[in-house]
């Protein structure tokens, strides 16, 4: 590296050992908060969406009514087995969902605990899961079901394969098992065939079985007529059922959360507010840097360094900080959100998409910390040196 | 880059600086003039407040000149921006009192940021910079964080700085205020080899009685005005020239000084004239450099009698007798001289006795 320059903004920042270890655990902690409260939120909207994203369906139909997935109103099968009338959808399958009359009873302290049953056509591919699509014929047995591992174990306990246990005082026998895990209003779920469902909870039965009400309708298209079949449904549909695609279905359920739940906006605050405080943190930092350098900088300005050149040691600065402070406020967040996710069973996912985002607000936290601090960088006099 | 080059290293002329405006405006600099020619090692003293940091910091394209006009390295200041003054700085060595090393850079990254203004050649800048330090007398200390050096060693660092890029114009203050007695010599040893080999003006502000014979010039500031301006060398010079001649030899080192601070220095070509037989005397003169033949006219035409040379003088009985010449004097070579005239020179003889009766005493000697 022959023309490599004097490491003036590395060597500043790594000198007092102490300063720097203190100045990381400031940065860190603003990421590791920041990097937290990003968990939250999208854990909030991951969680919700969670069984959602599980339907095999290019259309999903519910009552107009029902704005939330966790909000109980269905509607007739009749307007289900309607959508098969239409030339290019290729199957209609039904979804019921029971949250409120659901009651696990704990294996080892004879508690009730509420879950939330899903049940399908044993017949349908209802699921993208594969999990729960092979396990179809063990659904066959009467009263049984897939319990879900990923749920709190600490309210429903380690069901085995094989145990009998009861689901709102009837007997269940746990047939197999499954993944979703709990979200912001179910700790565990249940997955069983709709001829189980309907036993459990008659309530759910009518007299003519056409009619009877489901929570929501499956719809798989021929490829590329999606949205042909959509407004073919919308139009042709009762005004009480709406029609969505499966991803507007996921937006929906996460704008619901995030518009019209103080939730979201509590960790969307807590999100910024991480921001702010990095911003204070590493600006301290900076500006303690600089200003403990103060008579050093006039100097290198007296020599004939610019005021841009110093400007860029700052900025050097806070880069390095955003990298180290990144690095380490990653690896913490990891931890944290294992131990998160361990104990609430609510997922904490990290995609590459989440660390990229993080990083990039950290080094937008770090840059505009250094904005301001380098405004300290004016009071370096050369001229007040002699 | 010099606009152009009239060879001073310095020329200050009519300079006025000012702090505030309105009622508050505070003038700190009156009219200054001063010339410093290059390889002069300057120094500048002056009680606390009298401008001599001001002018410094004008010198050193600090500050923007405010009015007059201040010519360094033959480049006008009046009038340059920011940008073009940052350019004027990076010629310009700068010895500060605290030597102002950044503590997480070893001695010889230090003295390598100044390098780096002008060349980014890493393996070059480590070999000036390693040379510079072993100027300085720290060639074990290379490696080293200020933290690790003494403070004399770390002056020497910031020394090294200031002289690594071999400026033509040094500014420093107080250089040898933090210094030991060691550190101080070597500091000085330095400053004395610059200036003489490299042509290096080196202009320092300080208190320093141990400096002041390293001066080839000392200017001396009160309240914003320069009081005395005293190329020290070529008066010790003068002095010594002076003191050659009977008539000067019992004179106080002071009155000296005060004879040769009014010589006016003038140069004559080969071949020329300097005075002329029978011509009325107007001046006196020393031979500073060069020789010239004494010629006189006693009816049948003008006959050598003498040759002066470096230290003689001539053209005093003239004064002293208000007669015309008794001599012509003609320059062998380029002829380089020292003249003081009549009215200095006859105040010179009034203001004492025994000066006056001593060069009678020659004049009746030469007679």
């Known amino acids: ?386 | 880059m010099p606009d152009d080059n009239n060879g001073e290293a310095l020329k200050i002329t009519g300079l006025n600086h000012s702090f505030g405006t309105g009622e508050i405006r505070n003038q700190i600099l009156f009219g200054i003039d001063l010339t410093i020619e290059p390889g002069e090692l300057v120094i500048m003293t002056g009680p606390s407040g009298c401008g001599k940091t001001t002018l410094l910091t004008l010198i050193g394209s600090l500050r923007q000149v405010q009015e007059g006009s201040l010519r360094v390295l033959g480049r006008e200041l009046a009038g340059l921006s920011d940008a073009e003054l940052v350019e004027v700085r990076r010629n310009i060595g700068f010895i500060f009192q605290t030597h102002n090393l950044f503590e997480s850079l070893t001695a010889l990254q230090n003295v390598r940021m100044a390098l780096e203004l002008k060349d980014s050649n890493r393996a070059r800048n480590r070999q000036r910079a390693e040379e510079a330090l072993i100027q300085v007398g720290l060639k074990e200390r290379i490696g080293y964080k200020p933290k690790g050096l003494s403070g004399g060693q770390r002056q020497r660092v910031a020394i090294a700085r200031a002289l690594v890029n071999k400026p033509k114009l040094i500014l420093a203050d107080e250089p040898t205020a933090a210094l030991d007695a060691r550190s101080t010599e070597i500091v000085l040893n330095l400053m004395r080899q610059l200036a003489k080999q490299e042509k290096t003006t080196i202009f320092v502000v300080t208190h320093d009685v141990k400096i002041l014979n390293l001066a080839d010039r000392i200017v001396t500031m009160a309240e914003g005005r320069i009081k005395s301006n005293t190329p020290t060398t070529e008066t010790i010079r003068v002095c010594m020239f002076l003191t050659k001649c009977p008539a000067f030899s019992s004179l106080k080192p002071e009155e000296l000084a005060n004879v040769a601070g009014k010589l006016v220095l003038e140069r004559f070509a080969a071949g020329s004239t300097v005075i002329r037989q029978g011509n009325e005397g107007d001046k006196f003169y020393i031979i500073n450099q060069g020789t010239a033949d004494v010629l006189r006219d006693e009816g049948g035409g003008n006959r050598k009698i003498a040759t002066l040379q470096e230290g003689d003088f001539f053209g005093e009985i003239a004064l002293l007798e208000d007669k015309p010449r008794s001599a012509t004097i003609v320059a062998v070579d380029d002829l380089e001289v020292y003249t003081l005239d009549k009215k200095s020179f006859r105040d010179a003889i009034d203001s004492t006795a025994s000066f006056k009766e001593q060069l009678l005493k020659v004049f009746y000697q030469r007679r």
């Open chain 1, 1 to 386: 590296m022959p023309f490599r320059r004097v490491p003036l903004a590395w060597a500043n920042l790594v000198h007092n050992k102490v300063k720097l270890a203190a100045s990381l655990a400031g940065i860190t902690f603003a990421v590791a908060l920041m990097f937290m409260e990003m968990g939250f939120y999208n854990a909030l909207l991951d969680g919700m969406v969670g069984l959602l994203r599980k339907f095999d369906a290019d259309l999903i139909l519910t009552s107009r009514t029902r704005y939330t997935i966790g909000f109980k109103e269905s509607f007739s099968r009749r307007h289900l087995n309607e959508a098969l009338q239409f030339q290019d959808v290729l199957a209609a399958n039904p979804i019921y969902i029971e949250t409120r009359m659901a009651r696990w009873r704990v294996l080892d302290s004879g508690l009730q605990i509420p879950v939330r049953v899903v049940a399908f056509r044993l017949a349908d591919e209802a699921f993208t899961d594969q999990e729960i699509q092979a396990q179809t014929a063990a659904l066959q047995v009467p009263n049984s079901a897939l319990f879900d591992r990923s749920g709190k174990a600490r309210f429903y306990g380690r069901p085995r394969i094989g145990d009998v246990t009861e689901l709102s005082d009837r007997r269940l026998h746990v047939v197999g098992e499954f993944g979703l895990g709990a979200d912001f209003l179910n700790d565990g779920n249940l997955v069983m065939s709709d001829r189980n469902f309907l036993n459990y909870f008659a309530d759910r039965r009518g007299a003519d079985p056409e009619s009877l009400p489901i929570d929501i309708g499956l719809i798989k298209v021929r490829p590329g007529t999606t949205d042909r079949v959509k407004a073919s449904l919308a139009k042709a549909l009762p005004p009480s059922v709406e029609v969505f695609t499966k991803d507007q279905f996921i937006d929906n359920e996460k704008q619901f959360w995030l518009l019209n739940t103080p939730v979201g906006f509590v960790f969307w605050l807590g999100m910024v507010f991480g921001f702010v405080v990095g911003v204070v943190i590493c600006y301290q930092i900076l500006f303690s840097e600089i200003s403990s350098y103060i008579r050093e900088y006039a100097t290198l300005l007296a020599i004939g360094y610019r005021r841009v050149d110093l400007v860029q040691v700052v900025l050097l600065e806070a880069l390095y900080l955003a990298v180290m402070g990144f690095v380490a406020g990653t690896a913490v967040s990891f931890v944290c959100y294992a131990m998160n996710q361990k104990f609430t069973c609510i997922p904490f996912n990290l995609s590459t998409f989440r660390v990229t985002l993080m990083f990039a607000f950290t080094l937008l936290m770090c840059l505009i910390s250094a904005c301001l601090a380098i405004r300290k960088l004016w009071s370096a006099a050369p001229a007040d040196l002699f």
